[in-house]
T-cell receptor, first 114, second 114 residues
Framework: GAGVSQSPRYKVAKRGQDVALRCDPISGHVSLFWYQQALGQGPEFLTY????????KSGLPSDRFFAERPEGSVSTLKIQRTQQEDSAVYLC????????????FGPGTRLLVL | AQSVSQHNHHVILSEAASLELGCNYSYGGTVNLFWYVQYPGQHLQLLLKYFSGDPLVKGIKGFEAEFIKSKFSFNLRKPSVQWSDTAEYFC????????????FGKGTHLIIQP
């Protein structure tokens, strides 16, 4: 595709619900990243995939957060038992190669937990 | 742990004024440095990047940045701003030579008054 796409663009969840956020990276991009951006802050790294392998998940804030990329393309970020502090914009980025490459960002999914 | 600091959270300038946004990073090794911009209602876009070589890098829309290793700085400059430069600007870094998530600053909200 022309760019990174994410869906849904907006999600409202009741506290305790599970949510799933989808990322479609640029076709052929090897690396995929998830970030969380709280209101008024810069994005914070959550996790990184190289093809289907999750190589770094050091930024995931708790075990309620889970990400997968089973076929090395589309990725899903799942948040279980959502809490109000999970309210943020979740950004996905992809890059073409593994080393020293520019990351291209999607529009983000704005999650509001009530 | 690495970190990025942006000195100004809000900057207001008149059209045609010169711009300099400060960015300092904390990391002991080789770094890759980036400036991203987020226009209202749009996703993060890369303005410019530094990987190696000439420390003065030029980006899109007349922006440039200078990497000063001794000061751990990567300030963004533009000699004459336009109303359309109103946006949020983020400085980011990652360790050089690796596939890592980016560490972002908190961002600078730039408003250009016509």
């Amino acid at each position: 595709g022309a760019g990174v796409s994410q869906s849904p663009r907006y999600k409202v969840a009741k506290r305790g619900q599970d949510v799933a956020l989808r990322c479609d990276p640029i076709s052929g991009h090897v690396s995929l990243f998830w970030y969380q951006q709280a209101l008024g802050q810069g994005p914070e790294f959550l996790t990184y995939f190289q093809n289907e392998a999750q190589l770094d998940k050091s930024g995931l804030p708790s075990d309620r957060f889970f990400a997968e990329r089973p076929e090395g393309s589309v990725s899903t970020l799942k948040i279980q038992r959502t809490q109000q502090e999970d309210s943020a914009v979740y950004l996905c980025a992809s890059s073409q190669r593994i080393m020293e490459e520019t990351q291209y960002f999607g529009p983000g999914t704005r999650l509001l937990v009530l | 742990a690495q970190s990025v600091s942006q000195h100004n959270h809000h900057v207001i300038l008149s059209e045609a004024a010169s711009l300099e946004l400060g960015c300092n990073y904390s990391y002991g090794g080789t770094v890759n440095l980036f400036w991203y911009v987020q226009y209202p209602g749009q996703h993060l876009q890369l303005l410019l990047k530094y990987f190696s070589g000439d420390p003065l890098v030029k980006g899109i829309k007349g922006f440039e940045a200078e990497f000063i290793k001794s000061k751990f700085s990567f300030n963004l400059r533009k000699p004459s701003v336009q109303w359309s430069d109103t946006a949020e600007y983020f400085c980011a870094m990652k360790p050089g030579g690796g596939a890592d998530g980016l560490t972002f600053g908190k961002g600078t909200h730039l408003i250009i008054q016509p």
